[in-house]
């Protein structure tokens, strides 16, 4: 490929159109800028000058790219237009959805994990037999659900707005409840505490259900994975 088509194809990938009409596009100048040159040769010049006139008949590639792009862009329907768009852009799209997901999971989970408090308080202060260790059991676990959230929350935000240096941090949250599930099962098994922390699961980590039960921690790091690559191979 000559270096006015490897420049042709680099502008057109700026502008996210399909990869077919890329390709067409590409070789359909390829071949006329190869007649061109041919032609310039028959004429008595060297291949430098004539790849050089063919060159500059042709124009600069990113101002072709450019008029491509809206006439390609203009021939298209509105909805068309709307899908194509989503799907050039499914890299972007699914790191916002992941991200959004993220914050308003962990936004509620806060909510009601902090909401739910004084009525937990409440009940435990009128009830005589709840579990000697309740309250502690509580407040620990409502303060590593409170963290595991709070992380979900900020590194959700940096996933939306795409940003590659937040991805170790978010799939290590992603992966917290699910870690913080085993482990409080594991827990119920203490013969002192076990009572307690049972007592205690259900209101102190009510906030991490929408993650679990949607299987967040599973897809969720993956799909970031795959959205940031492709999002690093568009733009190189």
């Known amino acids: ?15 996210r159109l399909p990869a077919s009409y890329i390709s ?18 028959a004429r008595g010049l060297t291949p430098e000058q004539a790849e050089r ?12 790219a450019d008029t491509l792009a809206l006439s390609y ?11 194509a768009n989503l799907w050039l852009d499914r890299g972007a799209l699914t790191l916002r959805l992941i991200g959004a997901y993220s914050v308003l999971s962990a936004a509620l989970g806060l909510f009601f994990t902090w909401s739910c408090m004084p009525g937990v308080l409440a009940r435990h202060a009128a009830k ?24 979900l929350l900020v590194t959700g935000i940096r996933i939306f707005r795409q940003q590659r240096s937040a991805l ?19 827990a119920w098994l203490s013969p002192s505490l076990g009572l307690s922390i049972a007592a205690a699961t259900g209101v102190s980590q009510m906030g991490l259900t929408l993650f ?11 799909a970031a994975v795959w959205a940031l690559r492709r999002e690093k191979t568009l733009s190189e």
């Open 1 to 15: 490929m000559s270096s006015f088509s490897s420049r042709l194809k680099y502008c057109l990938t700026q502008h």
């Open 24 to 41: 067409r596009t590409v070789l359909e100048f390829e071949d006329h800028f190869l007649h061109l040159v041919e032609d310039a040769t």
């Open 53 to 64: 006139e063919a060159a500059a008949e042709l124009g600069d590639p990113r101002q072709l």
């Open 73 to 83: 862009k203009a021939s298209r329907s509105p909805w068309r237009q709307v899908l």
């Open 128 to 151: 005589g037999s709840t579990p000697e260790a309740f309250l502690p059991a509580y407040f620990t676990m409502t303060g590593i659900s409170t963290v595991i959230l709070a992380l």
């Open 168 to 186: 170790t941090v978010f799939t290590v949250a992603s992966v917290l409840p699910i870690v913080m599930i085993f482990l409080t099962g594991a």
């Open 212 to 222: 679990v039960i949607t299987l967040f921690p599973l897809w969720a790091p993956l």
